[in-house]
């Protein structure tokens, strides 16, 4: 059974540019998440996504935004990047939002400069 | 704001023993609880879920839940030197009404 997979793994961007990553998950999985990883912050939420809503969002900037297609697919779009956005970001997915849990993708490593 | 705190360690423990991992949560309307194991470069690992106060076995992990108390522990038994990594802690609240909170994690050495 295929894992959860990201795409790309590594990018390096400039400043004020912007960047989308995409996520398979799981197949038979409608529930889709989104981390940052930092080491001074470590893991935070994103947003959260299940049937094409977005059900759930964290504390970030209007600058990270998501969707999800009907094959449950998502992708992340940051704009305008800043150097604070290096980080590693981990897709997630999980067979539904309350009773499983997330197996994560092995997450695209963002590098602004 | 919701918070989980672990001891970031590193807590070192002989090959063989058993270590303990401690986890405490702030919003008491989290209802499901995680622990993910994350070596050095990759992404993290579910190794244990638990919902209901008590404890869950799973091979050589043990998940303990204490909701009155705020406070979820693992157990590992026969510790071997390939768990060594850092081990999170992450709880959900009830309905799925947010995202995974995670604590920074602990880092645990199997000395061997």
């Known amino acids: 059974k295929a894992g959860v997979t990201q795409t790309p793994r590594y990018l390096i961007k400039t400043r004020g540019q912007q960047v989308t990553l995409s996520c398979s998950p799981i197949?038979?999985?409608?529930?889709v998440s989104w981390y940052q990883q930092t080491p001074g912050q470590g893991l935070q939420f994103l947003f959260e996504?299940?049937?094409?809503?977005?059900?759930n969002k964290g504390n970030f900037p209007g600058r990270f935004s998501g969707r999800q297609f009907s094959n449950s697919r998502s992708e992340m779009n940051v704009s305008t990047l800043e150097l604070g956005d290096s980080a590693l970001y981990l897709c997630?997915?999980?067979?539904?939002?309350?009773?499983?849990?997330?197996?994560f993708g092995s997450g695209t490593r963002l590098t602004v400069v | 704001q919701k918070e989980v705190e672990q001891n970031s360690g590193p807590l070192s423990v002989p090959e063989g023993a058993i270590a303990s991992l401690n986890c405490t949560y702030s919003?008491?309307?989290?209802?499901?609880f995680f622990w993910y194991r994350q070596y050095s470069g990759k992404s993290p690992e579910l190794i244990m879920s638990?919902?209901?106060?008590g404890d869950k076995e799973d091979g050589r992990f043990t998940a303990q839940l204490n909701k009155a108390s705020q406070y979820v522990s693992l157990l590992i038994r026969d510790s071997q030197p390939s768990d060594s990594a850092t081990y999170l802690c992450a709880v959900k609240a009830g309905g799925g009404a947010d995202g995974l909170t995670f604590g920074k994690g602990t880092h645990l050495i199997i000395q061997p």
């Open positions: 197949s038979g999985h409608r529930s």
């Open positions: 996504y299940f049937s094409e809503t977005q059900r």
């Open positions: 919003d008491r309307g989290s209802q499901s």
């Open positions: 638990i919902y209901s106060n």
């Open positions: 997630a997915s999980s067979l539904d939002r309350v009773n499983y849990g997330y197996t």
